[in-house]
């Protein structure tokens, strides 16, 4: 067999496989060195996009300084990024649907890898803003295709177990950056050390390379595509390893009846049949991370400007709640085939909401702006955030059919980058102003009141059943 992810023409087939058996003999097959193989190779490449997209975070004090820029300017180079991902969610994800997950994965992860290495080198505030726009075109398309993926490839009473634990790279991106800040920042002094924050974030190129040679194409979506003697070669070698270390096989079971086939049309989220399940989802990626960026992004600044800590101190602080929040998505990866989907994204809003009446009224009510209050908000709001920014990939994944899942993925998540967008320039304005950050975390709370109320009316649980029937 080819070492290369895309098959060979060598490669076994059998004319029979069809794009309903193949769903049949994936939920069959137990989890193997494929599964892990798979998950390794999409969660290096999450693991980079999570490095890349809090970078920003990490040295805003830093260019805030070094481009002598007001912190609503600073708002608005964060908001140029996730313009970017806004764009490539859309642009990448349909073409996801249309000539497969794999060249969707290595697009995104050339295009932000290749420009972080650029941005290392922005010589001002506006084209550090552009070139962070065109690496996000690069960084919203690549959870949601790598979601799609691996999700394909999963069946339905371990889904939710893996795919949130493979989501945790994203997580263990999220907290390297801090560290490889400081390490940065105290090395080569805060002048040249966010430049070389930034250069690290230029990794993803090496992984694209590997992938090129070892990613596999989505089983399911080859076998709709009419690609079966691909899609069969892929399952035969899940087959052959699971017999290989002395697995016996049920024979498939018949699979629930998948919508029907056919290309791609881009408006049938508002169809009938999604149209409520889209407008669910888009108000809960919107909302989630209206509130889980914009304390992402602000909380370093906070502890410094607000709080009267050091840069580095300040990182420290970020880095000691993103353990918490990193051990969180463990716990949720373990609870999402238990409980639910539904119940985990209903206490992780009831405690985002309890966090930020717990911010708005120790700052906002009380006037407390030392930095063990801003810790402690900080610290319930990791512990809330959890559930729903890891579970909504994978719970968008499973409520589309194969012929628009990654599209609809990205669609559903880009809603998320309108929402980062917003959410920094309304954080920014408002700490630019005498209202403070008690009047962010108001706002914060509003939001996440309003996202439990839709969980709790739209949501849908998914918990233990094929993609094929949730997507009918």
Not at 119 to 138: D, E, F, H, K, T
Not at 254 to 263: L, N, Q
Not at 304 to 327: E, I, S
Request: include cysteine; hydrophobic fraction near 55%; glycine fraction near 10%.
């Amino acid at each position: 067999m080819a070492q290369r992810g895309r098959l060979q023409q060598t490669e076994p087939a059998v004319a029979t496989a069809t794009a309903t058996d193949i769903p049949a003999r994936i939920e069959r097959i137990p989890l193997g060195r494929f599964h892990y193989r798979l998950a390794g190779t999409l969660g290096v490449g999450t693991f980079f996009d999570g490095f890349d997209s809090t970078s920003i975070a990490v040295i805003l004090t830093v260019v805030i300084a070094y481009f002598d820029i007001s912190t609503g300017q600073a708002g608005i180079l964060v908001a140029a990024g996730y313009l970017g991902q806004f764009l490539g969610a859309l642009v990448i994800g349909a073409l996801a649907d249309r000539f497969g997950r794999r060249p969707a994965f290595l697009l995104s992860l050339l295009t932000f890898g290749v420009l972080s290495a650029v941005c290392a080198l922005a010589w001002s505030a506006p084209s550090l803003g552009v070139l962070r726009a065109v690496q996000g075109i690069g960084l919203g398309a690549e959870v949601p295709v790598a979601a799609t993926l691996i999700n394909e490839y999963l069946g339905a009473r371990n889904r939710g177990r893996v795919a949130v634990a493979y989501q945790s790279t994203f997580n263990w991106g999220l907290l390297a950056a801090p560290v490889v800040g400081i390490v940065a920042l105290r090395g080569f002094g805060e002048d040249a050390g966010w430049r070389v924050l930034l250069a690290v974030g230029a990794l993803p190129v090496l992984v694209a390379a590997y992938a090129w040679f070892r990613l596999p194409e989505s089983a399911r979506w080859l076998a709709e595509r009419g690609r079966r003697a691909e899609a069969e070669g892929y399952v035969a070698r899940m087959e052959r390893e699971a017999t290989a270390r002395g697995v016996v096989l049920a024979p498939p079971q018949a699979a629930p009846a998948a919508p029907a086939a056919g290309r791609l049309r881009l408006g049938e989220l508002f169809a009938p049949a999604y149209r409520r399940r889209t407008l669910m989802l888009a108000a809960i990626w919107f909302l989630a991370f209206f509130v889980g960026y914009g304390y992402a992004v602000w909380m370093p600044t906070l502890y410094v400007r607000v709080g009267g800590l050091a840069t580095t101190q300040a990182l420290g602080l970020t880095v000691l709640v993103g353990v918490l929040q990193l051990a969180m998505v463990y716990v949720t990866a373990f609870l999402a085939d238990r409980v639910g989907r539904k119940p985990l994204l209903t206490w992780g809003f009831v405690i985002m909401t309890a966090g930020a009446l717990v911010g708005f009224v120790g700052v906002g009510v009380l006037g407390v702006h030392a930095w063990p209050m801003l810790l402690a908000t900080a610290a319930v709001f990791a512990v809330g955030a959890t559930a729903p920014t890891s579970t909504l990939y994978l719970y968008t994944a499973e409520l589309y059919p194969t012929r628009m899942r990654a599209w609809a993925t990205s669609a559903c998540s880009s809603v998320n980058r309108l929402a980062s967008i917003l959410s920094p320039l309304l954080v920014g304005g408002l700490l630019g102003t005498s209202l403070g950050a008690g009047a962010v975390f108001l706002s914060f709370a509003l939001a996440c009141a309003v996202a439990l109320a839709v969980v709790m009316v739209a949501g849908i649980e998914t918990r233990r059943r094929p993609l094929e029937e949730i997507s009918r």
